[in-house]
């Protein structure tokens, strides 16, 4: 029989489709550039204070990635995901003393920002006259707030953003990332909050212009994204404590799912939100438990982050104490 890679798919046919996604892929832009701040943001995160300890690093993916159509790109598939979660979970790990590689779709919800109107620049400041732009008193709280507690986080080594758009940005930057963070061990977690392309448009087989409508219907053939998520936690970052979303629209389905996901790719834990109502309730699905955790609606400006990152980091803390009892 041939070894499986737990996803159905022969082991050999998984690698070779992973192998020829990012052999085919357009090379990162700055990927230089990338490695060396990651390079800078660990080195300094695994001797924190000279203690001997390297402090918990945690990478949280969000926002959805596009699917190019052209490779001189007009128009691409998108998948849902306004960065919401991500960005909310961001600030909770950093009040939990967490440093966060926050690998963002670009112009998604930022953390520290949630608070501010849509457009801040235009909204928050007023032109008292040329050479005098004052913040406007009822934004004046809130803009103080995002500005410190962004800077003090970034100053203090806490937060490091990277920005991609497409599904080919995404997948190179995750495996930099996670071979990056080998050196932390167990102090390592993947939050993978990020809605990611189930399907796309393999680079050799893409148009290079704008696809003309001159030419009538519009047929393209979209091919599966390799199942990254057993390659990470196999391969890229064995040892890290890696957490998976599931999303679905229609609740019957949406635990048995996540457990499939939970067993396919041995992740530690799958959080399974369903569309409509993700910011009230999700369920934590672990090899043993189903553990629902809900907005505190009692508690005015509370989200269900608050609870949810308070058990991850709980959940964590007992994998580094034992990192071979959890392994699953
Ligand atoms: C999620 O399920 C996130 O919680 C949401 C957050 C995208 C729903 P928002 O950004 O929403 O706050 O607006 N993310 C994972 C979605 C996903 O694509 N999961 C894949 C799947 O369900 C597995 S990687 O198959």
Redesign the pocket.
């Known amino acids: 029989m041939d070894a499986t890679s737990g996803i159905g798919v022969p082991q050999e046919t998984l690698d070779a489709e992973i192998k020829s996604f990012f052999e085919s892929a357009p090379p990162l832009k700055n990927g230089d550039h990338i490695c060396e701040k990651l390079k800078e943001f660990i080195d300094r995160n695994l001797l924190p204070s000279g203690n001997g300890n390297a402090r918990r690093v945690v990478c949280v993916t969000?926002?959805?990635t596009t699917v190019p159509l052209e490779r001189r790109c007009v128009r691409h598939i998108d998948?849902?995901?306004?960065?919401?979660?991500?960005?909310?979970s961001t600030e909770h790990f950093i009040k939990a003393g967490y440093a966060v590689i926050f690998l963002h779709r670009r112009r998604?919800?930022q953390p520290f920002c949630r608070s501010l109107p849509e457009d801040p620049l235009l909204e928050c400041f007023e032109v008292m006259d040329e050479s005098n732009i004052q913040v406007r008193q009822s934004d004046s709280e809130a803009v103080t707030r995002a500005i410190t507690e962004h800077h003090a986080a970034v100053a203090k080594n806490l937060l490091l953003k990277l920005p991609f758009n497409t599904i080919f940005e995404y997948l190179q930057m995750l495996q930099m990332i996670a071979i990056s963070m080998t050196s932390l061990g167990a102090h390592a977690m993947f939050y993978?909050?990020?809605?990611?392309s189930?399907f796309y448009v393999p680079w050799t087989s893409m148009a290079e212009h704008k696809i003309q409508s001159a030419s009538g219907p519009l047929d393209i053939r979209l091919v599966q994204v390799p199942k990254m998520?057993s390659v990470l936690r196999k391969v890229w970052a064995p040892m890290a404590y890696c957490i998976?979303?599931?999303?679905?629209t229609d609740t019957k389905i949406l635990l048995e799912?996540a457990e499939m996901?939970l067993k396919k790719y041995k992740m530690h834990m799958v959080?399974a939100?369903e569309?409509s109502t993700?910011?009230e309730e999700?369920v934590v699905v672990t090899s043993d438990e189903k553990i629902s955790v809900c907005l505190d609606k009692t508690r005015v400006g509370t989200e269900v982050e608050n609870p949810l990152i308070r058990l991850i980091v709980e959940r964590h803390s007992a994998y580094l104490e034992n990192p071979d009892l959890c392994d699953i």
């Not at 998948?79 to 909310?88: C, I, K, M, T």
């Not at 993978?192 to 990611?196: E, F, T």
């Not at 998976?244 to 679905?248: A, Q, R, V």
């Open positions: 969000s926002g959805g998948n849902f995901s306004s960065g919401h979660r991500g960005a909310a998604s919800y993978l909050a990020a809605a990611v189930d998520l998976s979303f599931k999303l679905e799912k996901s959080v939100n569309l993700r910011k999700v």
